[in-house]
């Protein structure tokens, strides 16, 4: 079976349509290309699709490349007949080609081969051929001191060496119990004496089993952490042995004896055949599928860590986007004071300060009376809220300010500011602000992040936001080849003004590459902005395929031509000039007519080169053209006089943002200083899977108080608006559910807001910190002051 073949068979499509894509692919396509303009030539493959396709393109292209490897190894030894190839072509997996070739691979000497070139296999052979051979008669003739077998129980050594390899290098055999442990075994793990103190972090995992397909990711990492740390032993048991097992040989032994024909019927060599059996599980064959059930656990913790991540950081960049507003970005801090950085509509800086209202100065009211000063002279209409360090004492601050001097109609959100130091102290940033210190930046960023999420956080190496779990102790190349591909999917799916948009933006544009980007601001700045898509082809090095690749994704609103402020790619253009001559208007008139688009057929103006597809996308564009795929920009309507977590009783309905979303649940802030905690078990009336099905970060939802711990700052919500909650304070946990929920949008004018789209993770601690170490989850890793 082809790569082709076998991709179309595991995406259930045509084998077509994979050769097609194969073929864009290693032309030089991105997938967002593929996915937008070329949904003929894939039968309307997604990018979803698409990228599964990629990921398992480069997976099954690096397995034909090992079986290549390993054909030439094993026929350079004179080893390959017919079967052996055979084998070596049917492994479908990486795992499986190894297994096969495990024999042949170079290796050290082993004590097997010493055994082989002293003339013991025959021996090892007759004893397991013919059982009624009694061990010691058989193996007198093979003593030999010139060999270096120096008595009868140093050739049955041998002779056992070599069998105790054959059974572990059985490749059927080995591909069995693999599946047989991963199915039945458990990790287990227990403290180290005297680690309890200092590893307090992993309690509990102090005394802790369970088995290997029930635990999530997790659980996986925060045990591996915690064994590199050392704080725990683990130990991966091949499964719970009843009483009855434990007295005499293990299924896996059993399975081993009935693969070689081994069995104990009285014979001279059974008891023999049947010890080396057990020696080879103990020895050799548990110690391999130890080692590759360890391998299994963690590549399977690092997929779902990464989609976590993924996911987390394609809510953060699609949040909603605040716009042209002229906005206040606060980085909070303690002893260092809180950085202010006051951005215009567009997101230059008009002024920065730094104030002190925290500890040790306490300078309260002078800060409130500069913040009051900067908003009013630059006509401020958002806070942004960096969510770090001291975040929840400047939130007050921000709240204090809108009580104080309500006449501002200051709009206060808080930001997730993960990656905000990093970016501050890059070269970009230096360019960017070189008349502001690296703390400053921090909050210009903190701003701009509100405004334009995408546009911003793009700025940023995507594993520095920081918003996935256990992030170091995945693997870099996966980490980093997966969130790129979130960040190219984002931002070619939103489209890029080529007349704002930065270099660090315009590089993650379909086509566009970090040096190309650069030539586009360079040629931009010397000669004003673009006017047409047409013009794109005069930047250096810009040439007919990458203008290809790029041009539909970039847009300039009110250029020369309409259709460049539209994600309609330039070689459709024809097309459009055909729906214009059957309307008889011009393209202006026509564009935001929906009436008479969706009027239109669409086969009436396909043909050879752009079929239905295209000619519908283009149609559903010029209805709404340069539309943002993202959501309007809302905030939560926070309840008046429930000002902190105090304020809460059980039974009460609010209004709030979901700011994170976890595994077991999500975050949601009500307006009281500290997240509540929404567990997966509270989202609906139906099962939930995955919480992310329900609500995503940015959501303003309603939801009623379950419970409320004022000592602990646990604060138990649900989405279930029917839900009771606990007498006296004391919630009850409601059934798992799934759906919707009861989910709702506000338009009313604000309170006390914030989040609303700010894509915001909350600070550590509190509920949050709670309900991530009971889970065993690391939390988002934060800037310190």
């Given at each position: 079976?082809?790569?082709?073949?076998?991709?179309?068979?595991?995406?259930?499509?045509?084998e077509?349509?994979?050769?097609?894509?194969?073929?864009?692919?290693?032309?030089?396509?991105?997938?967002p290309?593929?996915?937008?303009?070329?949904?003929e030539?894939?039968?309307?493959?997604?990018?979803?699709?698409?990228?599964?396709?990629?990921?398992?393109?480069?997976?099954?292209?690096?397995?034909?490349?090992?079986?290549?490897?390993i054909?030439?190894?094993v026929?350079?030894?004179?080893?390959?007949?017919?079967?052996?190839?055979?084998?070596?072509?049917?492994?479908?997996?990486?795992?499986?080609?190894?297994?096969?070739?495990?024999?042949?691979k170079?290796?050290?000497?082993?004590?097997?081969?010493?055994?082989?070139?002293?003339?013991?296999e025959?021996?090892?052979?007759?004893?397991?051929?013919?059982?009624?051979?009694?061990p010691?008669?058989?193996?007198?003739?093979y003593?030999?001191?010139?060999?270096?077998?120096?008595?009868?129980a140093?050739?049955?050594?041998?002779?056992?060496?070599?069998?105790?390899e054959?059974?572990?290098?059985?490749?059927d055999?080995?591909?069995?119990l693999?599946?047989?442990m991963?199915?039945r075994?458990?990790?287990?793990?227990?403290?180290?004496?005297?680690?309890?103190?200092d590893?307090?972090?992993?309690?509990?995992?102090?005394?802790?089993?369970?088995?290997?397909?029930?635990?999530?990711?997790?659980?996986?990492?925060?045990m591996?952490?915690?064994e590199?740390?050392?704080?725990?032993?683990?130990?991966?048991?091949?499964?719970?042995?009843?009483?009855?097992?434990?007295?005499?040989?293990?299924?896996y032994e059993?399975?081993?004896?009935?693969?070689?024909?081994?069995?104990?019927?009285?014979?001279?060599?059974?008891?023999?055949?049947?010890?080396?059996?057990?020696?080879?599980?103990?020895?050799?064959?548990?110690?391999?599928?130890?080692?590759?059930?360890?391998t299994?656990?963690?590549?399977?913790?690092?997929?779902?860590?990464?989609?976590?991540?993924?996911?987390?950081?394609r809510?953060?960049?699609?949040?909603?986007?605040?716009?042209?507003?002229?906005?206040?970005?606060?980085?909070?801090?303690?002893?260092?004071?809180?950085?202010?950085a006051?951005?215009?509509?567009?997101?230059?800086v008009?002024?920065?300060?730094?104030?002190?209202?925290?500890?040790?100065?306490?300078?309260?009211?002078?800060?409130?009376?500069t913040?009051?000063?900067?908003?009013r002279?630059?006509?401020?209409?958002?806070?942004?809220?960096?969510n770090?360090?001291?975040?929840?004492?400047?939130?007050?601050?921000?709240?204090?300010?809108?009580?104080?001097?309500?006449?501002?109609?200051?709009?206060?959100?808080?930001?997730?500011?993960?990656?905000?130091?990093?970016?501050?102290?890059?070269?970009?940033?230096?360019q960017?602000?070189?008349?502001?210190?690296?703390?400053?930046?921090?909050?210009?960023?903190?701003?701009?992040?509100?405004?334009?999420?995408?546009?911003?956080?793009?700025k940023?190496?995507?594993?520095?936001?920081?918003?996935?779990?256990?992030?170091?102790?995945?693997?870099?190349?996966?980490?980093?080849?997966?969130?790129?591909?979130?960040?190219?999917d984002?931002?070619?799916?939103?489209?890029?003004?080529?007349n704002?948009a930065?270099?660090?933006?315009?590089?993650?544009?379909?086509?566009?590459?970090?040096?190309?980007?650069?030539?586009?601001?360079?040629?931009?700045?010397?000669?004003?902005?673009?006017?047409?898509?047409?013009?794109?082809?005069?930047?250096?090095?810009?040439?007919?395929?990458?203008?290809?690749?790029?041009?539909?994704?970039?847009?300039i609103?009110?250029?020369?031509?309409?259709?460049?402020?539209?994600?309609?790619?330039?070689e459709?253009?024809?097309?459009?000039?055909?729906?214009?001559?059957?309307?008889?208007?011009?393209?202006?008139?026509l564009i935001?007519n929906?009436?008479v688009?969706?009027?239109?057929?669409?086969?009436?103006?396909?043909?050879?080169t752009?079929?239905?597809?295209?000619?519908?996308?283009?149609?559903?564009?010029?209805?709404?053209?340069?539309?943002?795929?993202?959501p309007?920009?809302?905030?939560?309507?926070?309840?008046?006089?429930?000002?902190?977590?105090?304020?809460?009783l059980?039974g009460?309905?609010?209004?709030?943002?979901?700011?994170?979303?976890a595994?077991?649940?999500?975050?949601?802030?009500?307006?009281?200083?500290?997240?509540?905690?929404?567990?997966?078990?509270?989202?609906?009336?139906?099962?939930?899977?995955?919480?992310?099905?329900?609500?995503?970060s940015?959501?303003?939802?309603?939801?009623?108080v379950l419970?409320?711990?004022?000592p602990?700052?646990?604060i138990?919500?649900?989405l279930?608006?029917?839900?009771?909650a606990?007498?006296?304070?004391?919630g009850?946990?409601?059934?798992?559910?799934?759906?919707r929920?009861?989910?709702?949008?506000s338009?009313?004018?604000?309170?006390?807001?914030?989040?609303?789209?700010?894509?915001?993770?909350?600070?550590?601690?509190?509920?949050?910190?709670?309900?991530?170490?009971?889970?065993?989850?690391?939390?988002?890793?934060?800037?310190?002051r």
């Open positions: 079976m082809s790569v082709e073949q076998r991709i179309a068979e595991e995406l259930g499509v045509r077509g349509q994979v050769t097609a894509a194969v073929g864009l692919l290693d032309g030089g396509a991105t997938v290309f593929i996915a937008r303009y070329r949904k030539a894939t039968g309307m493959l997604d990018d979803a699709q698409l990228r599964t396709l990629e990921e398992r393109l480069r997976y099954l292209r690096e397995l034909e490349e090992r079986r290549t490897a054909l030439e190894s026929e350079a030894q004179g080893k390959l007949d017919d079967a052996l190839r055979g084998r070596i072509m049917a492994a479908d997996s990486k795992a499986r080609l190894e297994d096969i070739y495990l024999p042949y170079p290796k050290r000497r082993t004590k097997a081969q010493i055994a082989r070139e002293a003339g013991l025959p021996l090892a052979d007759l004893l397991l051929g013919d059982p009624s051979q009694d010691l008669t058989a193996a007198a003739p003593a030999d001191p010139g060999k270096g077998v120096a008595d009868t140093a050739a049955l050594e041998g002779a056992r060496a070599i069998l105790v054959r059974f572990a290098e059985d490749a055999l080995i591909g069995e693999r599946e047989r991963w199915t075994g458990r990790l287990v793990a227990k403290v180290r004496d005297g680690k309890e103190q590893g307090a972090k992993f309690a509990d995992y102090f005394d802790f089993a369970e088995p290997f397909t029930k635990l999530p990711s997790h659980r996986i990492l925060a591996f952490r915690g590199k740390e050392d704080v725990l032993d683990l130990t991966l048991e091949p499964e719970e042995e009843s009483a009855a097992e434990q007295t005499g040989p293990t299924g059993q399975r081993i004896a009935r693969r070689f024909g081994i069995a104990d019927r009285g014979r001279p060599a059974d008891r023999w055949l049947q010890e080396t059996v057990r020696w080879a599980w103990r020895t050799r064959v548990l110690v391999r599928l130890g080692i590759d059930q360890r299994r656990l963690r590549q399977e913790a690092e997929e779902e860590a990464v989609r976590v991540f993924a996911t987390n950081l809510d953060l960049l699609l949040a909603a986007p605040a716009g042209t507003r002229a906005t206040m970005g606060l980085d909070p801090g303690f002893r260092t004071g809180v950085k202010v006051v951005v215009d509509a567009t997101g230059k008009v002024a920065t300060d730094t104030i002190h209202p925290h500890e040790p100065q306490r300078r309260w009211d002078e800060s409130i009376a913040l009051a000063r900067l908003a002279a630059h006509r401020v209409e958002l806070v942004a809220i960096g770090g360090t001291a975040s929840r004492e400047t939130d007050k601050l921000a709240a204090d300010l809108i009580r104080l001097h309500p006449d501002l109609g200051l709009i206060p959100v808080m930001v997730s500011e993960a990656g905000a130091s990093v970016y501050s102290a890059s070269a970009y940033a230096s960017e602000l070189p008349e502001l210190n690296v703390s400053l930046r921090g909050a210009v960023s903190i701003a701009r992040r509100l405004q334009d999420p995408l546009a911003e956080l793009v940023i190496d995507p594993k520095s936001i920081g918003v996935g779990q256990y992030q170091h102790d995945l693997s870099e190349v996966k980490l980093s080849r997966s969130l790129d591909a979130v960040v190219e984002c931002v070619n799916g939103v489209g890029v003004d080529v704002t930065s270099a660090p933006l315009l590089t993650r544009v379909s086509g566009i590459s970090a040096s190309l980007a650069e030539n586009i601001v360079l040629h931009r700045d010397a000669n004003g902005p673009f006017r047409t898509r047409k013009a794109l082809k005069d930047v250096a090095r810009l040439g007919p395929k990458a203008f290809e690749q790029c041009a539909g994704f970039l847009r609103p009110g250029g020369d031509d309409p259709l460049d402020g539209s994600s309609v790619h330039p459709a253009y024809p097309v459009v000039r055909r729906i214009l001559d059957a309307t008889g208007g011009d393209l202006r008139a935001g929906g009436s688009l969706r009027s239109l057929k669409p086969g009436e103006f396909a043909d050879g752009f079929g239905v597809p295209t000619v519908t996308d283009i149609l559903k564009e010029l209805e709404k053209p340069g539309r943002d795929p993202r309007a920009f809302r905030t939560a309507t926070f309840k008046e006089g429930v000002d902190k977590i105090s304020d809460l059980p009460m309905l609010l209004e709030g943002v979901v700011t994170n979303v595994a077991f649940g999500a975050f949601v802030d009500v307006g009281v200083h500290q997240d509540g905690l929404v567990h997966v078990s509270a989202m609906s009336k139906n099962f939930v899977k995955d919480p992310r099905d329900v609500v995503k940015g959501d303003v939802v309603r939801v009623k419970d409320v711990d004022v602990r700052k646990r138990s919500l649900t279930r608006l029917d839900d009771e606990g007498p006296g304070g004391g009850q946990r409601p059934q798992q559910g799934a759906g929920g009861e989910r709702e949008r338009g009313r004018p604000p309170r006390q807001q914030r989040g609303g789209g700010s894509g915001a993770l909350p600070p550590a601690g509190g509920a949050m910190a709670d309900a991530l170490r009971r889970a065993g989850l690391a939390g988002p890793e934060r800037r310190g």
